[in-house]
C-alpha cells in the first residue's frame, strides 16, 4: 500500500514545493518508498477539490497505508470537515500524519489515537451547537408566524385538466409527464398536488 503525500496551497502565485520537499524528507526517513502525491491549489474553504477527492477516492478503494500532510489546515476546511476525514482515515485503518505538529494516528501511536479522539468529540460538540442553534432559529421563525419548507405548487388550470384526464383512463406517469412536457419527477408532484 502506498503513502500519500497531500500538498494544499491557496493560490497560483505559491507553490507546493516546500511541503513536497518536506515529506519527502520525512517518508525518507521512515523507509517508505512508495510515494503517490495528491495536490491542490485553491482555497481551503472549497468542500471539493480534485487532488482531496481523487485521494479519498483511493483512501475508500484501501491503497492507502498513510496519509502525510504538512499541518492539519492543509487538509481540512474547518474542524468538522477535519474530523469527517479523520473519521473516514480511521475507518479504513489508514494514519494521518503531520510531523510539523507531531500527531500521528498510527495504531501503533497511543498519543495519536488520544489526539484523534480529542478532535472527532470537539468536532461532535460543534455540531451539537450548529443544531442546537439551527432548533432554536426555526423556533423562533415560527413563533415569528413564518411558514417553513417547500411552497405548495400551484398548478395551472391546463396542468389540472390533465391530472383529471389522466385519472379517468390513467397510464404511466411518463405518458403523463410527455403530455405536460415536464420531468417524471414534477408529473408526481403535479399528481399530488392535484
Known amino acids: 500500500m ?18 513536497r520537499r518536506e515529506l519527502a524528507e ?9 510515494l503517490e502525491e495528491f495536490s491542490d491549489t485553491i482555497s481551503g474553504a472549497k468542500f471539493t477539490r480534485a487532488g482531496l477527492d481523487r ?4 483512501v475508500r478503494r484501501g491503497r492507502i497505508a498513510r496519509v502525510i500532510v504538512v499541518k492539519l489546515d492543509r487538509l481540512g476546511r ?5 474530523a469527517q476525514i479523520l473519521g473516514e482515515l480511521d475507518a479504513h485503518r489508514v494514519a494521518l500524519i503531520a510531523p510539523s505538529q507531531g500527531i500521528d494516528t498510527s ?7 488520544l489526539q484523534l479522539n480529542i478532535l472527532g468529540a470537539i468536532a461532535e460538540f460543534e455540531r451539537s451547537l450548529i443544531r442546537e442553534r439551527t432548533r432554536a432559529g426555526l423556533n423562533a421563525a415560527r413563533a415569528r408566524g413564518a411558514k417553513l419548507g417547500r411552497r405548495p405548487m400551484r398548478l395551472t388550470a391546463e396542468q389540472r385538466d390533465a391530472v383529471a384526464l389522466w385519472r379517468e383512463t390513467p397510464t404511466s406517469i411518463r405518458d403523463l409527464a410527455n403530455r405536460l412536457g415536464v420531468s417524471v419527477g414534477k408529473a408526481h408532484g403535479i399528481v399530488k398536488a392535484a
Open 2 to 19: 502506498k503513502t500519500a503525500l497531500y500538498l494544499r496551497v491557496s493560490t497560483n502565485e505559491q507553490t507546493n514545493e516546500p511541503q
Open 26 to 34: 520525512f517518508a525518507a526517513r521512515r523507509g517508505w518508498q512508495d
Open 55 to 58: 485521494l479519498m477516492a483511493d
Open 78 to 82: 474547518s474542524l468538522s470537515h477535519l
Open 107 to 113: 495504531s501503533s501511536n497511543p498519543v495519536g489515537r
